[in-house]
């Protein structure tokens, strides 16, 4: 083991964190955030997709204020505008200013000119708000959501009037002095936690609809079946005799079926084309039902776990073997945090690291807007999905640093002592599993997902093996890592370790055997580093690094043939004070060439 480091990693004594240079991207150098600024304008569903629809990203009022004060401020003269879908936290925003406990940050906008056609309904949507908001519209509240990172749209229709109309959000943030999910957000950053933003931070966007349309859509392949099956919820009353045409590929020979409030149907794949990191085969889907016209895709493939030739427990992808050799992504930018700069630039990540061999990103405590799903299903990445870990003020001795050096604690430890763990609100713990099967639903859909995480490293862990259970149940065609890094309860479908201080090595038992985290090398780039602190698990300088680097994936290579089944590499990029990426922050530097 490499003692000095683990404690070095321990950040013991630490400085608070201190910014020594701003860093910014390309695609917010180039960006024009003038008045007529619409800041990511692409349609931000690609697997439901309708032509009726208009972005809302841009230019709002904003103020931050009291939230006892929220509802006179909001009538009054804002504190200025925000570049929506940016938090106020970002330089992009045009705001920089930090929402903190206790008060409210409130957004108005008006809309001069809204035509409704008679017989059309309007939808409000909003990628994610964090972390909890209620929305007016023309006074009139609409609705209220809570969780920063999940999807929601409310129907506005019967509050639109003629001529002008004004939508409000209201919006609070705790943060990490709350219970619910936060990520790696924090109010006092330093090490592997960062900056907290609140707000929209992700596309806000109006859509007209018929009185009946597509409200909900599960699709589930069956490659070993030839077939794919669609679930679909619609809203509205379907007429007698209404039917449902659904074509694949383009397909003139249609599927039809009567159209009624719910509707399942399996439409045969024949000789289906297999989707994999090597061959991202999509297809086509078009729904039509009445007036309501949707453009979706799916793919066929199947992710599993079983034995190899030898006996070996492996993961396993459209029904054979396959080593799952991934890289942790984060998905902060240090204009824009959680909210990237451009659609561009999540390409760009998922991109570069394809070349750099990856076929798998670990998204870590993040949900990202459907359009880095979608990119990821298109370019062949697949994806293991981090549920947002929550609960109370984090043990950070416990749950992230001793048991990384001492891997005997995480072995031995219950995870039923919901105060040792953080989890002693029994309503946040109830929050925690709807919004964990609400994940799973919004992001089911993308071929790229390929498995389920639920825990990292104990932060707010409760009931892993129930946990589990319930995510097999609503979704039985991925595995589940039931507990990232430690504190593993014997269940799920992998045994999953993090190692950055000792050597690699390979645990076999019935389960498929992971690396869950591995590497971390500490790199700094001389003009592309955000702090004064840097935070990395050992260090390296730039000419050493690209050796370091083939040196862990000549290790991890060798591991596959011990039973390893798949690793997670730390981390695309740089974050704040972590410069252990193998891009630096700002993306203008790749480490590794």
């Known amino acids: 083991m490499r003692i000095k480091d683990a404690i070095a990693a321990m950040q013991l004594g630490k400085k608070k964190q201190v910014t020594v240079r701003e860093l910014s991207t390309i695609w917010s150098e180039q960006a024009d955030d003038g008045p007529q600024a619409v800041p990511l304008p692409e349609y931000p569903r690609p697997q439901l997709k309708r032509e009726e629809w208009t972005c809302l990203n841009g230019w709002w009022e904003y103020g931050i204020c009291r939230s006892a004060d929220a509802g006179k401020a909001s009538r009054g003269e804002a504190d200025g505008t925000i570049l929506v879908p940016f938090s106020p936290e970002t330089k992009r925003s045009g705001v920089g200013r930090t929402l903190l406990p206790g008060e409210t940050l409130w957004y108005r906008k008006k809309f001069e000119d809204l035509h409704l056609p008679e017989g059309r309904r309007l939808l409000l949507h909003f990628g994610a708000v964090d972390e909890r908001c209620a929305v007016y519209w023309n006074g009139h509240k609409v609705g209220s959501h809570r969780n920063g990172y999940l999807s929601f749209s409310f129907d506005v229709t019967q509050f639109v009037q003629p001529g002008v109309n004004e939508l409000k959000v209201f919006v609070r943030d705790d943060t990490d002095e709350g219970k619910e999910c936060r990520g790696k957000q924090t109010l006092e ?3 592997m936690f960062y900056h907290a933003q609140s707000g929209i931070w992700q596309t806000a966007w109006l859509e007209t609809v018929p009185d009946i349309y597509l409200g909900e859509l599960k699709i589930t392949p069956y490659p070993e079946e030839e077939a794919v099956e669609l679930k679909m919820a619609f809203c509205g ?4 005799g209404a039917q449902v045409r659904i074509c694949v590929d383009e397909s003139e020979d249609g599927i039809s079926t009567p159209l009624e409030r719910e509707v399942t149907v399996r439409i045969p794949v024949p000789q289906p084309r297999l989707w994999s990191p090597e061959h991202p085969e999509l297809y086509s889907l078009r729904i039509e039902a009445g007036e309501d016209v949707v453009e979706s895709y799916f793919a066929m493939r199947s992710f599993g776990v079983g034995k ?8 396993l992808l459209n029904g054979e073997p396959y080593f799952f050799n991934g890289v942790l992504d984060q998905g902060y930018w240090p204009e824009s945090l959680m909210t990237p700069p451009a659609d561009e630039a999540l390409v760009y990540d998922i991109e570069q690291m394809k070349a750099l061999g990856f076929n798998m990103l670990r998204k870590h405590v993040k949900i990202e807007c459907a359009r880095w799903y ?16 929550g609960g109370g003020p984090a043990q950070t001795l416990l749950e992230t640093y001793l048991p990384t050096i001492f891997p005997a604690i995480g072995n031995h430890l219950r995870d039923d002592h919901y105060k040792l763990l953080a989890r002693e609100d029994e309503k946040a713990r109830k929050r925690y599993e709807r919004d964990l099967l609400r994940m799973i639903r919004q992001l089911g859909n993308h071929p790229c997902i390929g498995q389920w995480v639920p825990f990292n490293e104990g932060w707010g862990q409760f009931d892993a093996l129930r946990i589990t259970d319930r995510i097999k149940k609503e979704d039985p065609t991925r595995p589940v890592d039931h507990a990232s890094g430690w504190f593993d309860q014997g269940g799920g479908d992998v045994r999953s370790v993090h190692n950055y201080f000792r050597p690699l090595t390979v645990q076999k038992e019935s389960r498929a055997f992971v690396i869950s985290e591995y590497g971390g090398i500490n790199c700094q780039i001389e003009g592309h580093t955000m702090n004064e602190e840097v935070y990395g698990y050992q260090t390296a300088g730039a000419a050493e690094f690209p050796q370091q680097f083939a040196d862990k994936m000549a290790e991890i290579r060798a591991l596959e043939k011990e039973g390893l089944c798949g690793a997670v590499y730390t981390q695309v990029s740089d974050v704040e004070e972590e410069t252990n990426g193998l891009l630096t922050y700002d993306r203008k530097v790749c480490k590794v060439i």
């Open 237 to 240: 009353e379907p007429k007698d």
């Open 374 to 389: 979608y990119h990821c299903d298109r370019i062949g990445m697949v994806v293991w999905q981090d549920m947002i870990n």
């Open 308 to 315: 190899d030739a030898e006996g070996t427990t492996r993961l």
């Open 189 to 191: 950053p330093g090490g």
